[in-house]
């Protein structure tokens, strides 16, 4: 079977939290809140195999993989720091991955993509025949991205299981709470970038932090004062402290 589909430059899609690779997130580390998002799947998931290559097997009884995600931490009503009033992407031609992969997911088997070219409510994609066919049999006809992608969150996956092996350690409720997530997916565990920069010995970790501190007190502030965002702006909030701290250090 054919698929047909063709992005419109609608911009629906450019709201609320982006998946990252970690290169493309130091890359636009100017731009975007990042935090890193934990998610788990149960072994007799599909794509659980793929899980197990791009995150890890959990370290307890519960058969399940996590993966962990740098993530553009943004409230699902927010654009895209990049989004221009007109809905275009303002860095159209550095944007990540993600975005140039879309609608293919790589956290997917390339069989496993049918369902991702079905539109979400209010987005203008065009997926008629007279779009182009993108899908065809279970194979993707330009997998170029899509493979770039891939190669880079696997590229990643030793990196990804270090700053694991680290929250573990020191960190012990966060395998609880995957343990927990195992018997149910449903949800997510967010750490901070913090955590990440100093579980890794990040080399550039002052100058991150430098370039993270302001983006991380706009946020604060154009979450402030709303209940429907405290979560996070209480995060915003104690990763700017933290991003201070960082970037104090010599």
Not at 49 to 68: C, D, S, V
Request: charged residues 20%; hydrophobic residues 40%.
């Amino acid at each position: 079977m054919e698929f047909h589909f063709s992005c419109t430059e609608c911009g629906k899609c450019c709201f609320g939290c982006l998946p990252l690779t970690l290169d493309d997130a130091l890359a636009h580390i100017g731009s975007f809140p990042l935090a890193f998002v934990w998610t788990t799947v149960p072994s007799s998931a599909r794509n659980y195999p793929l899980a197990t290559k791009l995150g890890f097997a959990l370290p307890t009884g519960k058969r399940a993989a996590a993966i962990i995600m740098p993530t553009a931490y943004i409230p699902s009503s927010f654009p895209c720091p990049e989004l221009s009033n007109d809905g275009r992407c303002g860095i159209h031609e550095n944007k990540p991955s993600r975005c140039k992969t879309m609608p293919f997911y790589p956290y997917r088997e390339e069989a496993d993509q049918r369902d991702m070219l079905i539109p979400r409510k209010t987005w203008l994609c065009q997926t008629s025949l007279a779009a182009p066919v993108v899908y065809r049999n279970g194979t993707i006809v330009d997998r170029a991205n899509f493979d770039i992608e891939r190669k880079a969150l696997l590229d990643q996956a030793p990196v990804m299981q270090q700053y694991a092996n680290y929250m573990f350690k020191y960190s012990p409720w966060v395998i609880g709470s995957l343990a927990a997530m195992a018997s149910n997916p449903a949800g997510s565990v967010i750490t901070s970038l913090s955590s990440f920069l100093t579980a890794t010995k990040h080399l550039d970790a002052t100058e991150i932090a430098r370039q993270q501190l302001p983006v991380f007190e706009e946020f604060a502030a154009r979450t402030a004062d709303n209940p429907e965002f405290a979560d996070y702006h209480r995060n915003y909030s104690g990763w700017a402290k933290e991003m201070a701290y960082l970037s104090s250090r010599a």
